[in-house]
């Protein structure tokens, strides 16, 4: 991969997606042409929101997109948490605390590359600083979830 070309003026940043799936993503602005997510959490810097995305394997499923403002400059705590019924965005700093659910149930789309943190391609990279970022799988009444969660800092 090539070194990225983003500065602080691209419009979407990629904070933590699986860039390439059998996921068929609808005309999305936050998700450049030659990517396939089906697992994305998106920076939009001139509107300062996040977006969270998912896709099913199963075309039946409706892709969820849940969109949270953000604060830039300042620490933002962010969570994608998918328990296999719903998936939750949330973002929280100093001033607010945003969360939104949406049900999503199946499988996310299969991924051909791990999950990235950071960029998917050179006109995508994140500027700004992540302090940690966590990924994990639990058993959560009795179903398989997935939480991603860092705390960051858009520029």
Do not use: W
């Not at 990517?35 to 939009?44: E, F, G, M, N, R």
């Not at 945003?98 to 391609?121: Q, T």
């Amino acid at each position: 991969m090539s070194p990225a070309t983003t500065s602080s003026t691209s419009k979407y940043q990629v904070l933590a997606s699986n860039c390439h799936s059998k996921a068929k993503p609808l005309d999305l602005l936050e998700v450049t042409q030659d990517l396939t997510p089906s697992l994305a959490i998106i920076a939009d810097t001139v509107k300062q929101q996040l977006l969270f995305l998912a896709y099913s394997d199963d075309l039946n499923v409706k892709p969820v997109k849940i969109y949270l403002p953000y604060e830039a400059d300042v620490p933002n705590s962010v969570e994608l948490v998918f328990n296999g019924t719903s998936l939750m965005g949330r973002v929280y700093s100093e001033k607010a605390n945003n969360k939104k659910f949406s049900l999503f149930s199946g499988r996310i789309a299969a991924s051909s590359g791990p999950l990235m943190v950071g960029m998917c391609s050179d006109k995508d990279a994140f500027y700004g600083y992540m302090d940690r970022v966590c990924t994990y799988l639990s058993l959560f009444r009795g179903k398989l979830a997935m939480y991603i969660s860092t705390t960051l800092k858009v520029y």
